[in-house]
């Protein structure tokens, strides 16, 4: 069954340091999407980044990378030189392609604060 | 380009009432989805639809009904209210194999 696990309810991270927030899932498909969302205090959705399950790379997007360990079925964000503003809500998302009918849910979430 | 637009923006509702969430999108995108969220959790998916005509039950279908008759319009429906429905509903639209593209949030309490 599609099922994403986010077991960091909280982080602290001191402000120009990197910090990884964890993301473990299961799927019996073998096409699958894995995404990460800022939500910060103000409520709005913000899309981070994205890794396909056939994508031999791992994704980077400016400060943020995926750190995407497919037979461990990991995609672990990395936050490298944290900033104060990075302090929001961050989720981890999954998207089946062929059984779950592009079907997309969201783990429970990890909040991070981010120090000065 | 209004992106994904959600109706109302807050709502307070009795417990037994009915109400329409709606949901608009002009990206022309397939798929849409509607998520709750309530304080402190994740987004718990409800109802998705893959296109005009098809809908699917999604982890928290009950209590909750939609439709799909356009490309454009996926409104969420909730029968007889009930305090547990008190949330954040938040509409979403994807193209395939793209991310998904929020709407701002419907505050909804049911008292």
């Known amino acids: 069954a599609q099922k994403i696990t986010q077991t960091q309810p909280g982080m602290f991270v001191q402000e120009k340091e990197a910090v990884t927030l964890d993301c473990t899932y299961d799927t019996s498909d073998p096409s699958y999407g894995l995404f990460w969302y800022k939500q910060p205090s103000s409520g709005e959705m913000i899309f981070l980044i994205y890794q396909g399950s056939y994508d031999q790379q791992n994704a980077t997007e400016g400060r943020y990378s995926l750190n995407f360990q497919k037979a461990r079925k990991s995609a672990n964000l990395v936050i490298s030189a944290s900033q104060l503003g990075d302090s929001a809500m961050y989720f981890c998302?999954?998207?089946?392609?062929?059984?779950?009918?592009?079907?997309?849910?969201f783990g429970a979430g990890t909040r991070l604060f981010v120090k000065a | 380009n209004a992106g994904v637009t959600q109706t109302p923006k807050f709502r307070i509702l009795k417990i037994g009432q009915s109400m329409t969430l709606q949901c608009a999108q002009d990206m022309n995108h397939n798929y849409m989805y509607w998520y709750r969220q309530d304080p402190g959790m994740g987004l718990k998916l409800i109802y998705y639809s893959v296109g005009a005509g098809i809908t699917d039950k999604g982890e928290v279908p009950n209590g909750y009904n939609v439709s799909r008759s356009t490309t454009e319009y996926f409104p969420l429906r909730l029968e007889l209210a009930a305090p547990s429905q008190t949330s954040v509903y938040f509409c979403?639209?994807?193209?395939?194999?793209?991310?998904?593209?929020f709407g701002e949030g419907s505050r909804l309490t049911v008292l």
């Open positions: 998302a999954m998207r089946e392609s062929n059984t779950g009918g592009f079907k997309t849910i």
């Open positions: 979403a639209t994807a193209r395939e194999g793209g991310e998904l593209f």
